[in-house]
């Protein structure tokens, strides 16, 4: 079922894929960038006064992408099969498999709470000077002042980050397609990011990379980059996962 021996080239070939989808789906995909845009824009304006928070917040909600991008696999799956390139007809795809999308995005809830408890507690037991404003913390961070706390939090965000990536890489899409239960996708998931390690890691630094570009062009950026990574999520399925049988 795992495909193994992939290129280490193939993520930037999945880009290439999405970046083809992206045209092809126009509004449609972008549409799903706005959302990713306001919802990014929304989140750090309400949490901006309580900076301990809005780390773990942000991260939480573009980790939360896979389900968030259900309508860029469907535009990407339609695509493929020359279906038409609908709008309305991605909004209501979490229908086929609601069962299993829900307990999906149940479980990646409890870990983002889990994340965001662990955020406060590192806060509280290493951040110096009391909980800070947005400006002390940014100046804190680039001028590599309390150094134990960066590396605290750099490897709590690290382990859940990595916990988050391994479980969704090609589930969602799964799930999609072939109304697959949620344990053996998030299996199948983890599988691929094992079996193809080196190449699965250069994976999560571009999406990594399209991410914070993103977020540091005051969110508008995500509108295409959300989209992009998420329409190359599909060819990233395709490519790892054998296909079913006639």
């Not at 229908?95 to 809830?109: E, H, T």
């Not at 571009?206 to 980059?225: H, K, P, R, S, Y």
């Amino acid at each position: 079922m795992i495909r193994t021996g992939l290129p280490l080239s193939a993520p930037f070939d999945w880009l290439r894929q999405g970046a083809a989808d992206l045209k092809a789906g126009g509004f449609a995909s972008l549409f799903y960038g706005l959302c990713f845009a306001a919802g990014g824009l929304l989140l750090f304006l309400a949490f901006r006064h309580a900076v301990q928070l809005v780390t773990a917040v942000t991260a939480g909600f573009m980790l939360l992408g896979p389900f968030l991008a259900l309508g860029l696999y469907e535009l990407s799956r339609r695509r493929e099969t020359g279906e038409p390139l609908n709008l309305i007809a991605t909004l209501a795809v979490w229908k086929r498999n609601l069962g299993c999308f829900g307990i999906y995005s149940l479980i990646l809830i409890v870990i983002y709470l889990v994340w965001a408890r662990a955020s406060l507690v590192i806060f509280a037991l290493f951040y110096q000077g009391g909980m800070p404003t947005l400006a002390s913390f940014m100046t804190q961070i680039l001028k590599f002042d309390n150094i134990e706390f960066l590396l605290a939090y750099l490897v709590v965000g690290s382990f859940f980050a990595t916990l988050v990536f391994a479980f969704s890489v090609v589930s969602i899409p799964m799930m999609l397609e072939r109304n697959q239960d949620t344990v053996t996708a998030m299996l199948a998931s983890f599988l691929a990011l094992v079996r193809n390690l080196p190449m699965m890691l250069i994976w999560a630094a571009l999406i990594v990379a399209l991410t914070v570009i993103g977020i540091a062009t005051g969110f508008l950026g995500l509108i295409v980059t959300m989209p992009l990574v998420g329409h190359a999520t599909w060819h990233a399925y395709r490519a790892l996962i054998e296909p079913l049988p006639a």
